[in-house]
């Protein structure tokens, strides 16, 4: 999706404040920036996390031939 909508938002004093820290200039453009970047972050993968761990599969097939490791 490109392009751009024209909206209004209502910013506390506070919210407006910290986006005037991030950039004084543009603060639609700041605001764009910081919500892309928090919205469309990049998550992690479960395949990094669970790389190495032992899987259901292997644990079905360790009770299934439990009675050849007794």
């Known amino acids: 999706m490109s392009g ?16 005037r820290q991030f950039g004084k200039r543009n603060i639609s453009k700041t605001a764009n920036e910081l919500l892309a970047k928090e919205l469309f972050k990049r998550r992690k993968s479960m395949f990094g996390v669970l790389k190495g761990r032992v899987s259901v599969k292997d644990i079905r097939e360790g009770k299934e031939h439990e009675d050849l490791y007794s």
Request: hydrophobic share 50%; glycine share 0%.
């Open 4 to 19: 751009s909508v024209r909206t209004t938002l209502v910013l506390d004093m506070y919210v407006f404040e910290k986006l």
